[in-house]
């Protein structure tokens, strides 16, 4: 009995290691280097984002009616990952990235902050266009179209991994825990999560751009097809469509956040139950027919940290996770603020506020996922703060509209993908490991499923009389 007892204990603690990995990471990257000791990784993304915003959109026409933005938050991360791979450069190092892999994990928090306010002013017409927000969740099994041609690329079992869905955190869970870690499945979802993590959020803002100018669809659907569970990429692809609409800003902002939020917590189900078991049909029907197994993924590749040694302690709340979080997001909120002034002419002293604002929603999200008794992502605290805070009526909407509505999503990204670039730099040689077949493959599942989600939400607009 006493065996039993220990490995339910075991099992336990497996599962709630699970759950937080990531955020341990990323509060150990930050413990160990806190804000004040890197001022000097705050102070080149201040630079970067300066630049950024100082160069501004760039409009590329491909034909009189088609063309493709060059946005600031494209120059950031190019700018970042740039600076980590020039050796010469020394402020900018493993360590630095380190730490702006686990700053990244806490901007999340920011950007959904953002769109959740918005999804709060805009609350009267989410419900109206309610079915089309649900049922573009369909749109994720266009994963399924770069199934077969990772065979014909030479995949083997990875593919089941790679095409079952957008392979973001939760996706490679269940990927894991169903397959094992040292299965070709996992090592198919790991190599897509690398690629998506690098190349994804850039293409998928160029693929947006070309998409709006392109294809014949509503502003809505586009912007609820952006929301396909990563706060990144969200923002990335929503940007350009901001861009080409801002007289629709809040309203294209509020189903993109509501769509995201959707597909975080609903999207795992639908890979669960619906395209995880279509890979492996497809799998089974198509390999013998289109499989050349040649291009395997080795198994010494990226790997998430393993099960470590600190107790459950460390996932608690405390002044020093706090202080560390206030410092950083201080830190984030002058370098929003100052993006603002330069790319905008916003006032320093709004865009300030409202930052402080939305680091204020995102401390009390990332506290209450630490001391909730059931495990519950720091996302959807935020989300849910963030939307009934805004709401119509609520005592905080008017203040919020007026400050939020200050700061652009535009200057969020150009700040937070400057964490980015530098973060992934430590990461380019597994990159370029996976080779250009993977990225094929990983551009086809982000193109099938930003296309489908687009396509079933113009369609459910269109029916239910919206458009």
């Known amino acids: 009995m006493h065996k039993q007892e220990l ?46 915003m100082s160069i501004g959109v760039i409009e590329i026409k491909i034909t009189d009616t088609i063309s493709f933005l060059l946005l600031p938050l494209i120059y950031s991360l190019v700018m970042g990952l740039a600076l980590y791979l020039a050796k010469p450069f020394k402020y900018i ?52 179209i770069a199934l077969p041609v990772a065979l014909l690329l030479g995949f083997r079992r990875e593919v089941i991994g790679m095409a079952s869905s957008i392979c973001r955190e939760p996706n490679l869970g269940i990927i894991i825990d169903k397959y094992g870690f040292n299965s070709p499945e996992a090592r198919g979802v790991l190599a897509i999560f690398v690629i998506g993590s690098i190349i994804g959020t850039p293409y998928i803002s160029f693929l947006s751009s070309i998409c709006v100018s392109l294809i014949p669809y509503h502003p809505y659907a586009f912007a609820m097809a952006s929301g396909i569970g990563s706060a990144s990429m969200n923002a990335a692809a929503l940007v350009p469509l901001v861009h080409m609409n801002p007289a629709m800003a809040t309203q294209l902002e509020a189903f993109a956040g509501c769509s995201n939020i959707l597909s975080f917590c609903l999207g795992i189900y639908m890979c669960i139950f619906i395209s995880l078991p279509l890979a492996e049909k497809l799998y089974k029907w198509l390999s013998p027919i289109l499989g050349k197994g040649n291009a395997h993924i080795d198994d010494d590749g990226y790997v998430p940290d393993d099960m470590d040694e600190d107790d459950d302690s460390s996932d608690k709340l405390s002044f020093g996770k706090l202080k560390r979080w206030g410092a950083l997001l201080f830190g984030f909120s002058i370098i929003v603020a100052v993006g603002s002034v330069v790319g905008y002419n916003a006032s320093f002293v709004g865009a300030f506020i409202a930052m402080l604002i939305i680091s204020l929603i995102t401390i009390i999200g990332m506290s209450l996922e630490r001391i909730f008794p059931v495990h519950i992502p720091s996302i959807v605290f935020i989300s849910i703060i963030g939307l009934l805070a805004a709401i119509p009526g609520a005592p905080t909407a008017d203040f919020l509209a007026h400050y939020v509505s200050q700061v652009e999503l535009t200057t969020i990204c150009t700040a937070f993908l400057g964490y980015v670039g530098i973060a992934i730099g430590k990461d380019w040689e597994e990159f370029k490991r996976i ?33």
């Not at 339910?8 to 709630?16: T, V």
């Not at 937080?20 to 630079?47: F, G, Q, S």
């Not at 306010?117 to 099994?141: C, H, K, N, R, T």
């Open 7 to 52: 490995e339910k204990k075991h099992m336990r603690k497996q599962r709630r290691f699970k759950q937080h990995r990531y955020r341990r990471r990323a509060d150990r990257a930050i413990k160990r280097r806190p804000p004040w000791r890197e001022y000097n990784l705050t102070v080149v993304v201040l630079i970067l984002v300066i630049i950024s």
């Open 93 to 144: 190092d493993e360590e630095q990235a380190k730490v702006a892999e686990g700053v990244m994990v806490l901007l999340i928090g920011v950007l959904i902050c953002k769109l959740a306010i918005s999804s709060g002013q805009s609350i009267g017409i989410i419900f109206q266009v309610g079915p089309a927000l649900v049922l573009q969740l369909f749109g994720d099994l266009g994963t399924l």
């Open 435 to 467: 080779g250009w077949k993977g990225v094929i493959v990983a551009l086809i599942v982000i193109t099938g499923t930003y296309l489908g989600s687009a396509t079933i939400s113009n369609i459910t607009l269109f029916l239910t009389g919206m458009i």
